[in-house]
């Protein structure tokens, strides 16, 4: 199966300023998520994008988060207003022929200062 | 809760066998599934099993399953420098409908030469 990739590798932002990560390219698959690490803690889901819907979130996943499809490939995840305990790595998924599958990109490494 | 279970550390001489062993929490829990992750990099899929099998071979890779301890172990033969990492647990509880995976906080690998 076909890696995801993600841009950037590693972002870097002041706190409450807005940052959109991407997972791109995306081929024609219907199950898309978003997971967080931060430094030494456990892989964390945010929520999962079906069919061009958010079809679960988890409590982590609030106002200040939200996820797009905007041109049918890339699929993108938006913090509004970030704040330093945002600082985490971003991983992007999709699911895989069957469901069950998911597979990862290289992530995200989100700084904020 | 949900909180899978995986020990911190495990330290083996190159060519001996690892064994990673995993607690879940849901018994109906469909799919458990290890990811390997290199440092910097993604999570890789690196194998899964379906809960109505007690084993899976893959090269060098066992994976055996105990439903009713909700016991998960994955066993790397001739363990190689190569395959110091952190190797991730996860199960996908069907009562979410999107399939999300719940992680272990991962084990590391070292593989002595």
């Known amino acids: 199966e076909p890696e995801v990739t993600q841009t950037p590798s590693h972002q870097v932002t002041q706190m409450g300023q807005e940052v959109i990560l991407r997972c791109v390219p995306i081929?024609?698959?219907?199950?898309f998520y978003w997971y967080r690490q931060i430094l030494g803690q456990k892989v964390e889901f945010l929520v999962s994008?079906?069919?061009?819907?958010?079809?679960?979130k988890s409590e982590i996943f609030d106002d200040q988060f939200s996820v797009e499809r905007p041109d049918g490939s890339n699929f993108t995840l938006k913090i509004r207003s970030t704040k330093l305990e945002d600082s985490a790595m971003y991983f992007c998924?999709?699911?895989?022929?069957?469901?069950?599958?998911?597979?990862f990109g290289p992530g995200t490494r989100l700084t904020v200062t | 809760g949900e909180d899978v279970e995986q020990s911190l550390f495990l330290s083996v001489r190159e060519g001996d066998s690892s064994v990673i062993n995993c607690t879940y929490t849901?018994?109906?829990?469909?799919?458990l599934y290890w990811y390997k992750q290199e440092p910097g990099a993604g999570l890789q899929l690196l194998t899964y099993?379906?809960?109505?099998?007690d084993m899976k071979q893959d090269q060098r890779l066992t994976v055996l399953l105990n439903k009713k301890d909700k016991h998960l172990s994955l066993r790397i033969a001739d363990t190689q420098t190569g395959d110091s990492a952190i190797y991730f647990c996860?199960?996908?509880?069907?009562?979410?409908?999107?399939?999300?995976?719940?992680f272990g906080s991962g084990t590391r690998l070292l593989v002595r030469p």
């Open positions: 998924a999709r699911g895989g022929q069957g469901t069950y599958e998911q597979y």
């Open positions: 081929s024609n698959h219907l199950y």
């Open positions: 994008f079906y069919n061009n819907e958010i079809s679960e």
């Open positions: 849901d018994s109906s829990s469909t799919y």
């Open positions: 099993i379906f809960s109505n099998m």
């Open positions: 996860a199960e996908s509880p069907p009562r979410y409908s999107s399939y999300k995976l719940i």
